[in-house]
């Protein structure tokens, strides 16, 4: 008795109605929303503090609540699309250098420690909506 497959699955009989009736189904994942995929990929790849940063935003007292975070990995996400290694990124008074490979914050600056400062090693600037 030769084995018999119905989309793909070998299956020890044969249905009642025969396999003429099973139509051929694309793979399960096959159809995906890319938007809703790349938001869901955004979220997954959160963006973390170094030590060096976390320091920072304690010894300045920069808090974040969850519109800058998002808006901050927003502007890391547009910043690894272009290819950027170690991005400025600005939120409202905020400076961030940012590794976007590692989605790292490297260090973050208040408006009032940003006067006279000059940022090195970076690549590419973003200014991040708020």
Do not use: C, W
Not at 59 to 82: F, G, H, P, Y
């Amino acid at each position: 008795m030769a084995d018999t497959y119905i989309n793909g699955v070998r299956v020890p009989f044969l249905p009642a109605r025969g396999v003429e009736t099973f139509k051929e189904r694309p793979p399960v994942d096959g159809v995906r929303d890319n938007a809703f995929e790349n938001v869901l990929q955004e979220q997954l790849r959160g963006v973390t503090f170094s030590k060096h940063a976390q320091e920072r935003l304690d010894s300045r007292q920069i808090r974040l609540n969850d519109t800058d975070m998002t808006s901050l990995q927003r502007a890391v996400t547009r910043a690894d699309e272009k290819g950027a290694k170690d991005s400025l990124v600005l939120l409202r008074d905020l400076a961030f250098i940012v590794n976007v490979k590692n989605r790292t914050v490297v260090t973050a600056v208040d408006g009032e420690h940003l006067k006279d400062n000059v940022f090195t090693n970076i690549d590419s600037a973003v200014i991040a909506q708020s």
